[in-house]
């Protein structure tokens, strides 16, 4: 079964250093999201991409904050200078792009921000 | 109150015990869907319920929705040690993006 998949797992970074998440959606779906959760809270919508482009963001999802896809398969987030309170587990998904159907989530990666 | 809240937020039962779960939210719906999640770890998928639905079934899981009202409760029957984890709701919405939001969860405790 085709499934997302993340890499790192887990990453630790010294606060103001650039990181990359890494994320391969499923082949054939459209669209692409990421989502944040730190830790004990919920699930937060930060970007949606879709047709090359950013389609939706979150307040959250400000200027420190960039998505690509660079190439037919990956997707990175990248978080141009790291803050302590960036330490969260980051979620990738994706999604066909037809109404009502499940969104595909990935197993995460434990961003921790030192 | 905020898009996609759960309640009650913690939940302590005995093995064996029915628990039931409320997610309440404030706009349309293409569908809602609920997930569970063990501590630190990723997301598990266990139903999606459409907007035209009101109830689906899933072994143990049972969903009903809403819409008139904007819920949807998740109840777990025969519930057992490994059932354990936090349960989220998520709505997918009419956007156009189909980005999910997701509740504040709650965290089930199943006492052996």
């Known amino acids: 079964e085709p499934e997302v998949t993340q890499t790192p797992s887990h990453q630790v970074t010294q606060m103001g250093q650039e990181v990359i998440l890494r994320c391969v959606p499923i082949?054939?779906?459209?669209?692409f999201y990421w989502y944040r959760q730190i830790l004990g809270q919920k699930v937060e919508f930060l970007v949606s991409?879709?047709?090359?482009?950013?389609?939706?963001k979150s307040e959250i999802f400000d200027d420190q904050f960039s998505v690509e896809r660079p190439d037919g398969s990956n997707f990175t987030l990248k978080i141009r200078s790291t803050k302590l309170e960036d330490s969260a587990m980051y979620f990738c998904?994706?999604?066909?792009?037809?109404?009502?159907?499940?969104?595909?989530f990935g197993p995460g990666t434990r961003l921790t921000v030192l | 109150s905020q898009q996609g809240e759960e309640d009650p937020q913690a939940l302590s039962i005995q093995e064996g015990e029915n628990a039931t779960m409320n997610c309440s939210y404030k706009?349309?719906?293409?569908?809602l869907q609920w997930y569970r999640q063990n501590s630190g770890r990723g997301l598990v998928h266990l139903i999606l319920?459409?907007?035209?639905?009101r109830e689906k079934h899933s072994g143990r899981l049972r969903v009903t929705l809403d819409t008139s009202k904007k819920s949807s409760s998740l109840l777990i029957t025969a519930s057992r040690a490994a059932d354990t984890a936090s349960y989220f709701c998520?709505?997918?919405?009419?956007?156009?993006?189909?980005?999910?939001?997701f509740g504040t969860g709650t965290r089930l405790k199943v006492l052996a």
């Open positions: 319920i459409r907007s035209n639905e």
């Open positions: 991409f879709y047709n090359n482009e950013i389609s939706e």
């Open positions: 998520a709505t997918e919405t009419t956007s156009g993006t189909y980005k999910y939001i």
């Open positions: 998904a994706s999604n066909p792009g037809l109404n009502d159907n499940e969104q595909f």
């Open positions: 706009t349309s719906i293409n569908n």
């Open positions: 082949s054939n779906h459209l669209y």
